[in-house]
């Protein structure tokens, strides 16, 4: 008589029940697909007594995390892969305009025209970069893309290598990150006795609150969003929920420097 087997969340079940060594493993693979001519869970309950329901919990909850952080961490890849192709696209296109007008200069030719309409193809696949950017970023970091923008978001991510190192890192580094040639050379002059202008902001000058502010009025602003960053990156990492109301402290200390 053929002996039936069932591939349960907690390991295979033939004649006799045999427990997997690794229950995640049993859990991910539990497949059938006609229905079980028992009940589950009271042969759960008979296996693991009153734990039953406690482990199914845990080892469901371990496995779902598990599947999102890959998840993440694909996204996140290809966000990083995506900053990159964009600002390689950026500087073709900066190459190409200055090669366009070196050419007007020189004389008018049909070239021109060639010139124009690939920078103009470049330019429409800049902005579809840029959508998936914002498409992307939306669903893996949305705090950090409400307070500091999807692209600025997406930079600082590809700067650190991930969102688990932006979360954990301390504000005033995010603050300069991408101003490291200047602090290296400000440090340099240092060294030498000799006075030097210690940078202020990094990525985050490219955000509107810190640029569209007098030059004095800076340096305030972006360590104020720099800390901000810091919390909303910290809760799209370990919690991935929209936190109501960062962006509005940020709008509000912009608002209060420019009035200043």
Do not use: C
Not at 161 to 167: C, R, Y
């Amino acid at each position: 008589m053929r002996k039936l087997s069932y591939n349960l969340w907690f390991g295979k079940f033939e004649e006799k029940v045999e427990l997997a060594e690794k229950l995640k493993e049993s859990f991910k693979s539990a497949r059938n697909n006609s229905p079980l001519p028992f009940n589950i869970s009271d042969l759960g309950m008979e296996i693991f007594g009153k734990d039953y329901y406690k482990i199914l919990r845990k080892i469901a909850i371990e496995v779902a995390e598990e599947k999102m952080e890959k998840e993440l961490r694909s996204d996140e890849k290809y966000v990083i892969a995506l900053v990159k192709a964009l600002e390689e696209l950026e500087e073709i296109i900066n190459v190409l305009k200055e090669k366009k007008s070196d050419l007007e200069l020189v004389k008018g030719t049909e070239i021109q025209d060639d010139f124009a309409e690939s920078i103009s193809n470049l330019e429409r696949l800049k902005e579809k970069v840029e959508k998936e950017i914002e498409v992307v970023m939306e669903r893996i970091a949305p705090n950090l893309t409400e307070v500091a923008g999807a692209k600025i978001g997406a930079k600082l991510i590809e700067k650190f290598g991930s969102l688990e190192k932006l979360a954990k890192a301390p504000a005033s580094k995010i603050q300069i990150i991408g101003a490291e040639r200047s602090l290296y050379k400000a440090l340099a002059r240092l060294k030498k006795g000799k006075e030097a202008k210690m940078p202020k902001h990094g990525i985050i000058f490219l955000h509107g609150f810190v640029r569209n502010l007098p030059k004095n009025k800076r340096g305030k602003m972006a360590r104020f969003l720099a800390g901000k960053i810091s919390i909303a990156s910290k809760v799209d990492f370990f919690r991935g929920e929209l936190e109501e109301g960062l962006h509005d402290l940020v709008k509000k200390r912009f608002e209060e420097l420019r009035r200043k």
